[in-house]
């Protein structure tokens, strides 16, 4: 099937998608240190590496790779970075699945198709980290238990695991402290990116909901899978 451009709607797409990038990297701030406010252009470039990466390859591999190199290009934590994009996208999925459930598909918008039929499972892994999460920032029944469990390793092993769950329960404390500026963010962030499919919708000439499939209904696959 050929497909005739619209340039400027692929271009008005384009321009959504950046600032829509802008945007996450601005959120992804709400849930690190201060110390790394300072560090936007090497959060965007490992962003946008990350992206290209889930593009091609499956299970989601962009988040480590975007942990890795933005770790060690802004020279900060990997533990706190990863730890980080797991809360992040868990908030994404929770957002997702309200925002097609509730909002898209009911409206009219997409279709009730496949993009819903594991909404149920992701709904409860989501909700499963978060509550882990949170459990990790004030339950110290939660923290003994994990170090009994991690002392079972050497001491180099057992300090990387404590270090991932600490940092994990620090990212849930500065989740719950930025929650508002975290939502409002999330919220301007997925509205441009709605823009972005919308506009690419009609630069191509396809449909809305091939597009939302195209990327969402098979969320742990490649984009070329």
Request: proline fraction near 2%; include cysteine.
């Given at each position: 099937?050929?497909?005739?451009?619209?340039?400027?709607?692929?271009?008005?797409?384009?321009?959504?998608?950046?600032?829509?990038?802008?945007?996450?990297?601005?959120?992804?701030?709400?849930?690190?240190?201060?110390?790394?406010?300072d560090s936007g252009s090497a959060q965007f470039a490992s962003l946008s590496i990350g992206y290209v990466a889930n593009f091609f390859i499956p299970f989601r591999v962009g988040e480590l790779l975007r942990?890795?190199?933005?770790?060690?290009?802004?020279?900060?934590?990997?533990?706190?970075?990863?730890?980080?994009?797991?809360?992040?996208?868990?908030?994404?999925?929770?957002?997702?699945?309200?925002?097609?459930?509730?909002?898209?598909?009911?409206?009219?918008?997409?279709?009730?198709?496949?993009?819903?039929?594991?909404?149920?499972?992701?709904?409860?892994?989501?909700?499963?980290?978060?509550?882990?999460?949170?459990?990790?920032?004030?339950?110290?029944?939660?923290?003994?238990?994990?170090?009994?469990?991690?002392?079972?390793?050497?001491?180099?092993?057992?300090?990387?695991?404590?270090?991932?769950?600490?940092?994990?329960?620090?990212?849930?404390?500065?989740?719950?402290?930025?929650?508002?500026?975290?939502?409002?963010?999330?919220?301007?962030?997925?509205?441009?990116?709605?823009?972005?499919?919308?506009?690419?919708?009609?630069?191509?000439?396809?449909?809305?909901?091939?597009?939302?499939?195209?990327?969402?209904?098979?969320?742990?696959?490649?984009?070329?899978?």
């Amino acid at each position: 099937m050929n497909l005739e451009i619209n340039i400027f709607y692929f271009l008005l797409a384009t321009l959504c998608l950046i600032s829509g990038h802008a945007m996450r990297v601005r959120r992804w701030n709400n849930l690190l240190p201060s110390s790394h406010a300072d560090s936007g252009s090497a959060q965007f470039a490992s962003l946008s590496i990350g992206y290209v990466a889930n593009f091609f390859i499956p299970f989601r591999v962009g988040e480590l790779l975007r942990s890795a190199v933005y770790s060690a290009w802004a020279r900060k934590d990997f533990g706190t970075s990863l730890s980080s994009i797991i809360i992040e996208r868990t908030i994404d999925v929770l957002v997702w699945v309200v925002l097609i459930r509730f909002g898209l598909v009911k409206l009219g918008f997409i279709l009730d198709s496949g993009v819903e039929s594991n909404m149920g499972l992701f709904l409860i892994m989501a909700g499963s980290i978060v509550f882990f999460a949170s459990l990790l920032s004030w339950s110290p029944w939660v923290r003994k238990t994990i170090n009994f469990i991690t002392s079972i390793f050497n001491d180099e092993i057992s300090f990387i695991f404590r270090h991932f769950f600490w940092t994990l329960g620090e990212v849930y404390i500065r989740l719950i402290k930025n929650l508002i500026v975290f939502l409002l963010n999330t919220f301007a962030m997925w509205g441009l990116y709605l823009l972005s499919y919308c506009f690419l919708s009609i630069a191509l000439g396809i449909n809305f909901n091939e597009i939302i499939g195209l990327f969402f209904e098979a969320p742990f696959s490649s984009t070329l899978i």
